[in-house]
């Protein structure tokens, strides 16, 4: 099978040093790796193509690359299956981080992002004469979280960091929750003390991308999304994300469905009036279109309602 | 084809006139609906923030309500459909988890057997009418128009639990039913990206930059319109498309349709009746350029 590799090249020590496309043709075997076709072409066609790979068994996490617009290791992805229609792959180093040359990014960012969260066990109280102990369970439930490679595949794909590179990023939150979940762990409130601040888990905007592309399936935004609820449960200073939660339950619990001003009004509170404010002009303009939606005693209950808050009471026992 | 139509909160709420275009094209459409008037809100994937179970079990409790009257479930937000096939993927998957969340349900009586389907409106275009059935109804093909699909997220990820493996052309929907209504459509890189609605209330700044960035960058691939299945994108990047434009000092003047809206143009019906005027971002320029193709 003839397979066009479009491959984007980028030599900071060319002048000019722009990134460009260049197109290898190749006759690939159906068993082929993304990584065998570019090894091929480097050791066949160009040796200039620089990339970076070791185990070629999805353990390291060396090769990640964007393969057709998505981030993945290219040693467990076939040409076959990615090849379009006419036969094309194109191949593009990591997002979110710098490129040091064609395919190979710079992962300081990545790491020191990692670090930012403590990644190691704190625990709290006296040392056991022992071994500390930890139930199968609470591992069994950590395990998912520890098969991370730090291939940085998520970091690569996260809408967030793609618009605010302060963001502490999917792969170091996944790494927090890792340790706030380990029973052995004394350090939890601190972690989210710390996690609550701006960059931190309420920046995650929920797109599913580091779920998608993850190849070890830690589900990053899961992780993100249980460290918000264990924020919750352990009181952290009240943010805006955290009130949009607590707000968002109460109202279905009053009516079963959302009253959406009333949302906004109770997130943003006396505290952020000026956030609410600046709303001001899109209501208005909604307003006139007839889009403002009926709120507080004018906006209606779902028909028996009483019988779907039992369910939350119920939940509510359970705790 | 008879569906327990779960129009989702926003539908009916900040984005009434995708409820209006959907009330408007789905009699012609050869479909029936029963709107599901008890069932709760979904979560949104905000309430599942606070209590993950939680939302499950509200969400049981929609999919066992259809159970009870033995119709697949209809959803026209992109959201709701994505919280529910995730809700339902954990439900049908995992007995012993069920088995629990139907010990809760046996409060209200019910029980989910876990045989509920749960189908976008837009995949039931594709699946139930096919190219066929949407080529037949065209009565005024949108050759004119240069269109840019945008999914958000809830309708491309996890892509295992919307059965993308099983249907493997949803990953395409848009693009597929959009040429088949004879418009021209865009290819960009933002169609599968966030809106940045779920960061609004969090981050403003953030989400902002997300709606300058997609509707920019269809724009710069030429696109006339952007058309979402999801109302939460539609909230973002039309309701916010004014501040986004000042935040970036940019100008973007890119109109937001909902794909009913679209369909309901190309069945012949009048701009009025699919709520085209209710939007925050004109979308009179559009139909100015479609009037001579439209006439």
């Known amino acids: ?319 | 084809m008879k569906f327990a139509f779960f129009p989702g909160c926003v539908s009916k709420g900040g984005c009434p006139e995708l409820y209006q275009s959907v009330m408007e094209v789905y009699p012609q459409l050869g479909l029936e609906l029963e709107e599901m008037t008890t069932a709760s809100c979904t979560g949104a994937g905000v309430l599942q923030e606070k209590d993950r179970k939680l939302g499950d079990v509200l969400n049981a409790r929609t999919f066992a309500l259809a159970e009870q009257a033995g119709l697949p479930i209809m959803t026209i937000c992109s959201t709701c459909q994505g919280v529910m096939s995730q809700a339902n993927h954990r439900l049908t998957t995992d007995p012993p988890y069920l088995a629990a969340v139907n010990e809760i349900l046996s409060e209200e009586g019910l029980t989910y057997r876990g045989t509920t389907r749960i189908r976008h409106f837009v995949w039931i275009l594709l699946e139930e009418l096919g190219e066929r059935g949407i080529r037949q109804r065209v009565r005024r093909p949108l050759t004119e128009l240069r269109a840019a699909p945008f999914y958000g997220c809830y309708l491309q990820r996890p892509s295992e639990a919307l059965g993308f493996q099983e249907q493997p052309d949803r990953a395409k929907s848009l693009e597929l039913i959009m040429s088949w209504l004879g418009l021209e459509v865009v290819d960009f890189p933002g169609k599968t990206r966030c809106c940045g609605f779920p960061l609004l209330t969090i981050n403003g700044k953030n989400s902002l930059r997300m709606v300058a960035s997609h509707t920019l960058d269809a724009k710069h691939h030429g696109a006339d319109i952007l058309v979402t299945p999801c109302p939460l994108c539609h909230l973002n990047l039309d309701g916010m498309q004014s501040s986004a434009a000042r935040q970036q000092q940019a100008d973007i003047d890119l109109p937001i349709w909902h794909l009913p809206q679209l369909l309901g143009l190309a069945m012949g019906m009048e701009p009025k009746r699919l709520g085209l005027s209710r939007h925050l971002v004109s979308t009179q320029g559009v139909l100015d350029k479609l009037g001579s193709a439209v006439a």
């Open chain 1, 1 to 319: 099978m003839i397979t066009t590799f479009r491959i984007r090249r980028f030599n900071p020590e060319t002048s000019p040093s722009r990134p460009y496309f260049q197109e290898y043709k190749l006759d690939t075997d159906r068993a082929d790796t993304v990584l065998d076709a570019l090894i091929h072409i480097r050791e066949t066609l160009d040796e200039s193509l620089t990339l970076r790979c070791s185990c070629r068994g999805a353990i390291c996490g060396s090769c990640s690359m964007r393969i057709n617009g998505h981030a993945a290791l290219a040693c467990k992805t076939k040409v076959q299956v990615m090849a379009s229609e006419r036969g094309v792959v194109q191949v593009e180093p990591m997002n979110n981080m710098p490129v040091i040359k064609d395919l190979v990014t710079d992962m300081a960012g990545f790491w020191n992002k990692v670090r930012q969260v403590q990644p190691w066990l704190q625990p709290a109280g006296q040392e056991p004469e022992g071994e500390y102990l930890a139930s199968s369970e609470s591992m069994n439930h950590l395990t998912g979280v520890m098969g991370c490679i730090m291939c940085g595949a998520c970091v690569s794909d996260c809408a967030a960091l793609e618009v605010d590179e302060r963001f502490v990023g999917p792969a170091a939150l996944a790494k927090a929750y890792r340790f706030v979940a380990d029973p052995r762990d004394g350090a939890g409130r601190s972690r989210l003390l710390a996690l609550n601040e701006p960059g931190g888990m309420w920046d995650c905007t929920r797109c599913m991308e580091c779920i998608e592309v993850c190849p070890k399936s830690v589900g990053a935004m899961d992780r993100i999304m249980s460290l918000r609820s264990r924020g919750i449960q352990v009181d952290v200073p009240s943010t805006c994300g955290a009130r949009h939660a607590e707000v968002f339950a109460d109202l279905i619990y009053r009516k079963g469905r959302l009253d959406e001003p009333m949302l906004a009004a109770r997130t943003f509170g006396l505290r952020n009036f000026s956030r609410l404010l600046s709303l001001l002009p899109m209501v208005l303009r909604a307003f006139v279109r007839g889009k403002v939606p009926k709120s507080g005693p004018f906006h209606r209950a779902i028909p028996g309602v009483e019988k779907m808050r039992r369910l939350f009471q119920r939940m509510e026992e359970r705790l």
